[in-house]
Nanobody, 123 residues
Framework: VQLQASGGGLVRAGDSLRLSCAAS????????IGWFRQAPVKEREFVAAISESGSLTKYAGSTQDRFTIDRDNAKNTVYLQMNSLKPVDTAVYYC?????????????????WGQGTLVTVSS
């Protein structure tokens, strides 16, 4: 499966953004999809994940109350709605595919990655 993230941009603190992760290939619905982010000089960290059918979601503690992940398998797309953005949310956001829901928070367990989209939040 090939993934392409989009929707990033420059926003102010408190604004919202919706990221999209578009996938190609017939097997999209067999993968859990995760969002990760990487800020300058920091390691890539888990943000959120959604199971193959969309029935399960998981969030990092820092984003749980502000971000929402969902998916539309008919459109081969996963979304990340980000509300109440803060400057600390500034990072390149990546989507990735994983077939094992039990490991969705582990960066090393993902087989396929998109190219990333930059989110910059000004104060």
């Amino acid at each position: 499966v090939q993934l392409q993230a989009s929707g990033g941009g420059l926003v102010r603190a408190g604004d919202s953004l919706r990221l999209s992760c578009a996938a190609s290939g017939p097997t999209f619905s067999t993968y859990s999809i995760g969002w990760f982010r990487q800020a300058p000089v920091k390691e890539r960290e888990f943000v959120a994940a959604i199971s193959e059918s969309g029935s399960l979601t998981k969030y990092a503690g820092s984003t749980q109350d502000r971000f929402t992940i969902d998916r539309d398998n008919a459109k081969n797309t996963v979304y990340l709605q980000m509300n109440s953005l803060k400057p600390v949310d500034t990072a390149v956001y990546y989507c990735a595919a994983n077939r094992n829901w039990r490991t969705v928070s582990l960066r090393t367990q993902y087989s396929f990655w998109g190219q990333g989209t930059l989110v910059t939040v000004s104060s």
